[in-house]
């Protein structure tokens, strides 16, 4: 499986961007797909995914109302609206996708896409 992570860019505190990932070769709608971010000097953190065939998502509680996972599965293709933007949502943000059931753990997410960076300015 290859991820394609793109829509990074450079937003002022309050505004909005919306990640796109598209994936290639044997992939399954049955995998899950999500996001993971890392700011600089800190460790990868899961961010939101969204689960298999029935749509189910889950998010880190710091995005919370803020971010929006969506799946088209007709391509394989997933996004993050991410609005209110702020300075601490500043990361290179990474697709993923896995072939377990749900959300497992970071360690378990075997495909990944290059990262696309947001910064946040306040």
């Known amino acids: 499986v290859q991820l394609q992570a793109s829509g990074g860019g450079l937003v002022q505190a309050g505004g909005s961007l919306r990640l796109s990932c598209a994936a290639a070769?044997?992939?399954?709608?049955?995998?899950?797909m999500g996001w993971f971010r890392q700011a600089p000097g800190k460790e990868r953190e899961f961010v939101a995914a969204v689960c298999c065939n029935g749509g189910s998502t889950k998010y880190i509680e710091s995005v919370l109302g803020r971010f929006t996972i969506s799946r088209v599965y007709a391509n394989n293709t997933m996004f993050l609206q991410m609005t209110t933007l702020k300075p601490e949502d500043t990361a290179v943000y990474y697709c993923a996708a896995t072939n377990r059931w749900g959300f497992p753990t970071m360690n378990l997410w075997n495909s990944w896409g290059q990262g696309t960076l947001v910064t946040v300015s306040s």
């Open positions: 070769g044997r992939f399954l709608s049955s995998y899950s």
